[in-house]
């Protein structure tokens, strides 16, 4: 005890209390040989955890000096385009107005493929089903049957669907062909061909958090400590960084340091019963922009997206994000919802089970999901509760996954209006606690310890 508030006062500056320690002239508050001999230790280790940020400080910059270059290099003279080339050498080649309108009906077709849709009892359709992998497929199915001619100029096309402004190049064509192509040959990551289709074609890219528009933050897992962001243009805002679980978290001065800990510690803990994810995850370049303040508008990939709690990363998305403010950690009690949690479960769906076409999840979900609104064992909040028309329905049995798997991964009574606890859920929503398990750890997690065991919401 005597020894932690000593270590208190020290903190960061180490060497200076020494002197000041020798200047006491009481002799029972003076150190034993072992006490210094600890204090030097935890000094040493201390120092080392300083070495090893600036080293990832280094290599984070590096990494994303590297990845700016790649922006920036002809995509021609990449060793990819050879092998692409060759990957698709049997392609027609068709004119180039051809070539996107082809491109453009293609995208439009697998966008309304209903598959996996669930239609409710009241007949109302919810979108569903890995459209990322299936729109990699076309595209991978298209660019082995046709190609637009070699190295053509620059071209704009006032035609259906396809933004006026936007020029296509050859240059941004071979990146996206060749992002494609590297899902075929190499597992590439999925998402890459639908970012760079984007970048291509123009296509959703009025959204301004938009992945082609800001660059990705490169991955180093820092264990639990926050360092120094990379810079990276246009992404100045964020000064710290820290990533773990195949997730990479950052955040501007005004998030704490405890706010990004504790976010990194949830990201590991949900992803642990599937390790595989975090690979999925890091080579998507799934990032979480941490904020702390009113709404999302404080951050630069989405000045006018005015979201109080955060929301997840589609596909096409820079990142997800989530109010820290909203978070519990030390300093900062919250009580109720969770948006690490919450926003993590969608972008898993977005990311990884797309990328895997988990169609045991599709298969399942939106059933358990109606089941459960019909029967009143999900309580979605009081909004949907007061309004009780069926666009709200339609809303909650898509919300029905991220919100109860959020409810089970805190494991906090009262903190949600249903599904708070893994024993109430394993009781009266046996079926979604199966598939919950599937995905997610049953080691224990303490939440918010601050808040008593007994608490309830008024
Ligand atoms: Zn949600």
């Known amino acids: 005890m005597f020894l932690g508030l000593i270590l208190l006062g020290v903190s960061c500056s180490a ?18 040989i072992e006490e210094q001999l600890q204090l030097q230790e935890i000094a040493d280790k201390k120092f080392e955890e300083q070495l090893q940020a600036l080293s990832i400080e280094e290599q984070l910059q590096e990494m994303a000096d590297r990845t700016f270059q790649e922006l920036q290099s002809d995509p021609d003279s990449s060793p990819d385009s050879n092998r692409c080339d060759a990957h698709y050498g049997s392609a027609q080649e068709i004119s180039l107005e051809d070539f996107v309108v082809g491109l453009q009906a293609l995208v439009r077709e697998v966008h309304h493929r209903d598959t996996y849709d669930y239609v409710t009892l009241g007949g109302e359709r919810i979108r569903s089903g890995p459209k990322t992998l299936w729109m990699q497929q076309a595209f991978e199915d298209y660019l082995n049957d046709y190609k637009p001619p070699h190295r053509f100029d620059d071209t704009q ?14 240059r941004n064509y071979l990146r996206w062909r060749n992002a494609v192509c590297l899902v075929s040959v190499d597992d590439g990551p999925v998402r890459d061909s639908m970012v760079e289709h984007g970048r291509f074609s123009g296509w959703r890219t009025e959204w301004p958090g938009h992945a082609m528009k800001w660059q990705p933050y490169p991955y180093v897992d820092t264990g639990q400590q926050v360092v120094a962001a990379p810079a990276i243009r246009g992404l100045e805002h964020y000064t710290k960084y820290i990533a773990g679980g195949g997730v ?3 955040g501007g001065d005004d998030v704490p340091d405890a706010a990004m800990l ?10 642990s019963a599937r390790p595989e994810y975090r690979e999925i995850l890091e080579e998507n370049t799934v990032r979480i922009s941490l904020f702390y303040g009113e709404d999302t508008s404080m951050l630069p990939e989405y000045h006018d997206i005015y979201e109080p709690g955060g929301f997840s990363t589609g596909p096409l998305d820079a990142s997800m994000t989530a109010n820290a403010r909203w978070l519990c950690f030390p300093g900062n009690i919250d009580r109720g919802g969770h948006p690490v949690f919450h926003e ?41 509760l007061g309004s009780g028309n069926t666009a709200g329905k339609r809303e909650w049995i898509g919300e029905y996954w991220a919100t109860t798997v959020e409810g089970y991964l805190m494991d906090r009574a009262g ?16 079926d979604l606690y199966q598939l919950i398990i599937r995905y997610f750890p049953t080691e224990p997690w303490e939440h918010c310890p601050e808040v008593p065991p007994d608490w309830q919401e008024n």
Request: proline share 4%.
């Open 15 to 32: 060497s200076e209390p020494a002197s000041d320690t020798a200047s006491e002239p009481a002799s029972d508050t003076a150190l034993s």
């Open 262 to 271: 504790q976010a990194r510690k949830e990201v590991v803990y949900q992803t």
């Open 344 to 384: 993590m479960v969608h972008t898993i769906n977005h990311v990884v089970f797309e990328q895997l076409n988990e169609t045991y999840f599709y298969e399942r979900i939106y059933q358990l999901g109606e089941r459960a609104l019909e029967s009143g064992v999900f309580k979605p909040g009081e909004q949907y």
């Open 157 to 170: 096309f006032n035609l259906y669907d396809i933004r006026v402004e936007n020029v296509f190049s050859w």
């Open 248 to 250: 990479v978290i950052t």
């Open 415 to 430: 903190f949600k209006y249903s599904h708070d606890t893994r024993d109430w859920i394993q009781a009266n929503d046996p």
